[in-house]
């Protein structure tokens, strides 16, 4: 969400799709990608292709373009002769993606581990003291957890892993969003700042299976918080 510098919402899977309206095409891609990821697009939402086009003052042509290339990029989900909506999960699927996550992160975190210097390890913690800075920003905090995560996978390289990793970022952002939300107006951000600056930790010893561990941790205790809120996803 490419090679996914931190915090690209794109992470690695870049703008490939795109043909013969190519300036076009990814000017309205980078615009509805921001807007969904922003949350001016809700779960389920119909993104109407005429509507976009007039804003754009493009065709409908590179519309459809962009659509097909957020679509790879899990962000939309499109229907054959129907019409194109933000991709919206279950409770049930969010937790599956999230199950897959705990997988598959540790391992680009692995391999990308070994190559991060001490330029990363300094990003990683301006994106930390960003987070901590927030303040009940919501919005801002999102953008620096997801240049955090990113950053520390940057040294892994592309690949299929790095690609499924960003579809899944992308599907479920609407829900660490709200997951967010609830933690700011509950009981703060504070685990997640911890579990941030252990990542770090981590990272700076060089310490793979402790970095594993405390990435696992983080994500679950996301998950579990989502599943004790089933009307999220109503």
Known sequence: MASGPPGAVTGPAGQGGLDGHGGASVRIADALRTAILDGSYR????IRQEDVASRSGASRM???EALRVLQAEGLVTLVANSGAWVAKLTLAECAELYQIRERLEPLLLRASLPSLDGGAIARMTEFAKA???ADGDVAA????DRAFHWASYAAAGPGETR????????????????FT???VGRAGLGA??????????????????????VLVMHIRRTRSELAGHPEIFA
């Open 43 to 46: 779960p389920g939402e119909r």
């Open 62 to 64: 590179p519309v459809r």
């Open 131 to 133: 987070m901590e800075a």
């Open 141 to 144: 905090f999102l953008r620096a």
């Open 163 to 178: 690609e499924i990793i960003a579809r899944m970022w992308n599907s479920t952002q609407h829900y660490r969003r709200e």
């Open 181 to 183: 939300r609830m933690a």
């Open 192 to 213: 997640t700042h911890l579990e941030h600056q252990l990542l770090i930790d981590c990272i700076r010893r060089a310490d793979p299976e402790d970095a594993e561990r």
